[in-house]
């Protein structure tokens, strides 16, 4: 069976510093992978996403960036952080065209400050 | 880019009762999949139904159904025979046909009343 684990689960970051979240899926191949946000008491916000190794595309301008240096494995990042990042990220990956839905990771809460 | 719309932050029903969450969204695309989600309070996004844009006939998961009017673009969720576990963070969302972007609405957040 497929699954996806993304950690660290909790962070503490002053501003200013470096950040790297890491998530691998196990399972499958190929995934469509993705990073989302989650604000307090806000919506989910898409900040990437992969269809394949090295293939980042970025729905908003912001100061975090992604990799994907292996097929399962994909990496947001930062090299200074704002108090603004602060907040849920959340994992996720979908089969692509076959696929029937998008399953998510168990997230990380990153409190910037 | 295409936008999912929840209009209502919070809602409130009572246990046994029934519950409509209304979600509305823009897209330019004829085929693609919609979604209700739910998180409860450990965070953990839960799929609980899902919808076929050229289905026309609207999905349905016990106690679970919706009202899919694609003209319209309105993707509604009911929750028949509310239940306590049923509180939690509803989440709409909408995929492309080819599965390689899925975005969310705000979330309505769902209490239930014993």
């Known amino acids: 069976s497929q699954t996806i684990h993304q950690w660290p689960a909790t962070l503490v970051q002053p501003v200013g510093s470096p950040l790297s979240l890491e998530c691998t899926v196990e399972?499958?191949?190929?995934?469509?992978l993705y990073w989302y946000r989650q604000a307090a008491g806000r919506g989910l916000q898409l900040l990437f996403y992969s269809v394949g190794i090295g293939q980042i595309s970025s729905e908003v301008p912001q100061n975090l960036s992604a990799s994907r240096p292996q097929d399962r494995q994909f990496i947001l990042s930062s090299k200074k952080l704002l108090l603004s990042d602060s907040g849920f990220y959340l994992c996720?990956?979908?089969?692509?065209?076959?696929?029937?839905?998008?399953?998510f990771g168990e997230g990380s809460w990153l409190t910037v400050v | 880019a295409q936008t999912v719309t929840q209009s209502q932050p919070e809602m409130s029903v009572q246990e046994a009762e029934t519950v409509t969450l209304s979600c509305t969204y823009d897209?330019?695309?004829?085929?693609?999949?919609l979604f209700w989600y739910k998180q409860p309070p450990s965070r953990q996004m839960i799929l609980v139904i899902r919808?076929?844009?050229?289905?026309?006939q609207n999905a349905t998961e016990n106690r679970f159904s919706v009202n899919f009017q694609k003209a319209a673009k309105s993707f509604s969720l009911k929750i028949s025979d509310s239940q306590l576990g049923d509180a939690a963070m509803y989440f709409c969302?909408?995929?492309?046909?080819?599965?390689?972007?899925?975005?969310f609405g705000s979330g309505t957040k769902l209490n239930v009343k014993p």
């Open positions: 399972g499958t191949s190929n995934p469509n």
């Open positions: 969302a909408y995929s492309n046909y080819n599965f390689n972007k899925f975005y």
């Open positions: 897209t330019s695309e004829s085929d693609y999949y």
């Open positions: 996720a990956w979908d089969r692509g065209a076959s696929g029937n839905t998008i399953y």
């Open positions: 919808q076929e844009a050229y289905k026309q």
